[in-house]
């Protein structure tokens, strides 16, 4: 079991606001100006990021999770915006993107550097991201991500492991859950280690089990609805000197045996689907 459980009750007094109740919305609004299928390739995007589309696959990624063009989506610590480059624009017109990002106040330096990169990013281009809500994530001061219960979705890209190594993955979760209407739905992309993994390895190597992810996510409230190998690797074994970090885009090794992490590629990945109940 996890232990150190964030109870609902003692969540709920870290809210400045008030939980108040939503059904899930129907979603017969209009569609996004652009699919997803152009937004992957549209000129807006960091040139360097358009190539990653063969490891990441977010076309079929996004359409797993549901997501439709007049939903309110949450990205759970964007980044630099590799994804926010197709959600924003997707949901602009007639849905809500909030970009739940690193906080200035937060204590690892390189966070509120990246939050200044995203800024500018946005800022830079009003007409792709005018429409985006940037609120900041830092457990346990900020946790109020969007207003309670308004989100149709959460999506959160390879950040699990991250949070475990802070010892924050509850709190992260109870967020999540505050956030989305009941039936709204939690989409989560992680590294997978092993199924025999220890705490040790994922609180090292970047690389979490499935079974730890659920458990998770069970225990902030959240029903399991479906998996997905749409961002599976078979040619990952998972154990690398340097973690997951050993292979692109990261190669923290160098050129030390480059080309054989450069043909296993990007790492195996889970893509697991969760709902709020109602």
Do not use: C
């Not at 967020?175 to 609180?203: Q, T, W």
Request: proline share 7%.
């Amino acid at each position: 079991m996890i232990n150190s459980r964030l109870s609902k009750v003692a969540f709920a007094s870290l809210l400045t606001l008030s939980f108040s109740q939503f059904s899930q919305a129907d979603h017969h609004g209009g569609a996004s100006a652009l699919s997803l299928e152009d937004l992957i390739v549209a000129s807006h995007r960091d040139a360097a990021n358009i190539p990653r589309n063969e490891f990441r696959h977010p076309v079929e990624t996004l359409g797993f999770f549901g997501i439709e063009a007049d939903m309110t989506v949450i990205e759970i610590l964007p980044s630099t915006g590799w994804y926010a480059e197709i959600i924003a624009p997707f949901v602009r017109d007639h849905g809500k993107f909030y970009a739940a990002h690193f906080s200035p106040n937060a204590s690892a330096a390189y966070m509120p550097r990246i939050l200044g990169q995203f800024e500018e990013k946005i800022t830079a281009n009003p007409e792709i991201y005018g429409k985006t809500t940037v609120r900041h994530l830092n457990p346990p001061h900020e946790v109020a991500i969007a207003p309670p219960e308004s989100a149709d979705m959460a999506l959160t890209f390879r950040n699990v492991h991250n949070w475990i190594m802070a010892g924050q993955e509850d709190d992260f979760f109870a967020s999540f859950y505050a956030a989305l209407k009941p039936g709204g739905i939690l989409g989560v992309v992680e590294h997978r280690a092993l199924p025999d993994a220890g705490m040790d390895v994922m609180r090292t190597s970047g690389y979490v089990t499935e079974a730890y992810v659920k458990e998770i996510a069970a225990a902030a409230g959240f029903e399991f609805v479906a998996s997905s190998e749409i961002n599976a690797n078979p040619k990952d074994p998972t154990v690398h000197p340097d973690g997951v970090w050993t292979l692109p885009p990261n190669y923290r090794m160098g050129d030390q045996d480059r080309a054989k992490y450069a043909d296993i590629g990007e790492s195996d990945r889970m893509t697991l689907k969760f709902r709020k109940p109602m």
